[in-house]
T-cell receptor
Framework: EPEVTQTPSHQVTQMGQEVILRCVPISNHLYFYWYRQILGQKVEFLVSFYNNEISEKSEIFDDQFSVERPDGSNFTLKIRSTKLEDSAMYFC???????????FGPGTRLTVT | GDSVTQMEGPVTLSEEAFLTINCTYTATGYPSLFWYVQYPGEGLQLLLKATKADDKGSNKGFEATYRKETTSFHLEKGSVQVSDSAVYFCALRGTNFGNEKLTFGTGTRLTIIP
């Protein structure tokens, strides 16, 4: 069964450093998403991406964040200058189209020290 | 904006007990409703869904009915197993084209003891 994959599974970085989280969505999917879950809190929407552009973003997704689909398979989330409060589990998801189920990857745990 | 309110946990039950996890929502129009499950150390998996009023989603013995009149989507299971121990998230998706984001509740941690 096709699945969403994410790398790395765990990333430790120092405050102020740039990080790139990588995702490989399911191959024929058209919509891509990033969510995050701070430890013990709810899963929060960050951004959705369709047709090579951001279709929606939350208040969390400020200028420190960016997304990119650099080739036909990868979908990345970049945090330019990490803060302690960016420590969270980041989930990538993809769906086949509007109204279709979102499939989630296993997540990348980001720890900012 | 859209929001989901979920029964606070943690919830601890004995094996074979009846489970209810309450979920209510606030949204305009007719959102789609979902229950996701997160097993320890894993990502989110879709457990069940309902896309219109009075629909019942079901999977693995779990059920939830979309109640428009009470804006609720409570999760139930008649006889829980130890393997059901996980965190359960209620979520909704809006109806506007282009608005595909999922809005989640806070999650309910369920522990089943033998």
């Amino acid at each position: 069964e096709p699945e969403v994959t994410q790398t790395p599974s765990h990333q430790v970085t120092q405050m102020g450093q740039e990080v790139i989280l990588r995702c490989v969505p399911i191959s024929n999917h058209l919509y891509f998403y990033w969510y995050r879950q701070i430890l013990g809190q709810k899963v929060e929407f960050l951004v959705s991406f369709y047709n090579n552009e951001i279709s929606e973003k939350s208040e969390i997704f400020d200028d420190q964040f960016s997304v990119e689909r650099p080739d036909g398979s990868n979908f990345t989330l970049k945090i330019r200058s990490t803060k302690l409060e960016d420590s969270a589990m980041y989930f990538c998801a993809s769906s086949a189209g509007f109204g279709y189920e979102q499939y989630f990857g296993p997540g990348t745990r980001l720890t900012v020290t | 904006g859209d929001s989901v309110t979920q029964m606070e946990g943690p919830v601890t039950l004995s094996e074979e007990a009846f489970l209810t996890i309450n979920c209510t929502y606030t949204a305009t129009g007719y959102p789609s409703l979902f229950w996701y499950v997160q097993y320890p150390g894993e990502g989110l998996q879709l457990l069940l869904k309902a896309t219109k009023a009075d629909d019942k989603g079901s999977n693995k013995g779990f059920e939830a009915t979309y109640r428009k009149e009470t804006t609720s989507f409570h999760l139930e299971k008649g006889s829980v197993q130890v393997s059901d121990s996980a965190v359960y998230f209620c979520a909704l998706r809006g109806t506007n084209f282009g608005n595909e984001k999922l809005t989640f509740g806070t999650g309910t941690r369920l522990t089943i003891i033998p």
